[in-house]
């Protein structure tokens, strides 16, 4: 079946520093990836879509500046937190599907993202 | 614009009872309709998927049904276990986009 990994799982960062995460799909190509935040007990917000070779497309309220998604490869896709603050701390998942939505959608185990 | 809820937010049952978990969606021109299971600070993992031309789909001890014309999804949990304990999501997909649209959740405690 589809295969979806993220890393790092966990990560701590000082205020003001830049953070990466990388979304790869490891038995498919994935030409779009998308990315979600979750808050604490709360459902998934979707934050951007990302298109191979091209720019992402972000959803209302999300600062591209600060979410930077590239998505080099068939394969992979990264999202940079840029000068983080406390406030960006949450948990971010990735997502793609096999080509079309047909198939459905295989999640990343998600970040962890902590900012201190 | 396609809005989905889940019923009830949290439910609580003793281990072996059977159960239902609800979903409804806003707009009946949906593509598909996944379930996911979530487990505490985990990502998504993927039970049933179901067409829209589709009734149900099962797995194992679970089984989904879709209506569209109505615009609700169950997921019928049989035999529950401890091991169900997790939050369960449904998701739509509506015709035309590729976005998952996704419900409130609902927070399953199975009790030994």
């Known amino acids: 079946g589809a295969v979806v990994s993220q890393h790092p799982s966990r990560v701590i960062c000082k205020s003001g520093t830049s953070v990466k995460i990388e979304c790869r799909s490891l038995?498919?190509?994935?030409?779009?990836m998308f990315w979600y935040r979750q808050f604490p007990k709360k459902s998934l917000m979707l934050m951007a879509t990302?298109?191979?070779?091209?720019?992402?497309?972000?959803e209302q309220g999300v600062e591209k500046d600060k979410f930077l998604i590239n998505h080099a490869s068939l394969t992979l896709s990264t999202l940079t937190v840029t000068s983080a603050h406390p406030e960006d701390s949450s948990f971010y998942i990735c997502?793609?599907?096999?080509?079309?939505?047909?198939?459905?959608?295989?999640f990343g185990s998600g970040t962890r993202l902590t900012v201190v | 614009k396609q809005e989905v809820t889940q019923i009830p937010a949290a439910l609580s049952v003793p281990e072996g009872e059977n159960l239902v978990l609800n979903c409804s969606f806003t707009?009946?021109?949906?593509?598909?309709l996944q379930w996911f299971r979530q487990d505490p600070g985990k990502g998504l993992t993927s039970l049933l998927l179901?067409?829209?031309?589709?009734r149900e789909q099962t797995s194992g001890r679970l089984n989904a049904s879709l209506d569209k014309s109505s615009g609700r999804s169950t997921l019928y949990i049989a035999a529950s276990q401890p091991g169900d304990s997790a939050t369960y999501l449904c998701?739509?997909?509506?015709?035309?986009?590729?976005?998952?649209?996704f419900g409130q959740g609902t927070r399953l405690t199975i009790n030994p």
């Open positions: 998701a739509v997909i509506i015709q035309g986009a590729q976005k998952l649209v």
């Open positions: 707009d009946s021109a949906i593509y598909n």
């Open positions: 990302s298109n191979e070779g091209s720019k992402a497309t972000y």
């Open positions: 179901i067409q829209s031309s589709q």
């Open positions: 038995d498919f190509q994935a030409t779009t």
């Open positions: 997502s793609a599907n096999q080509g079309e939505s047909y198939y459905g959608y295989t």
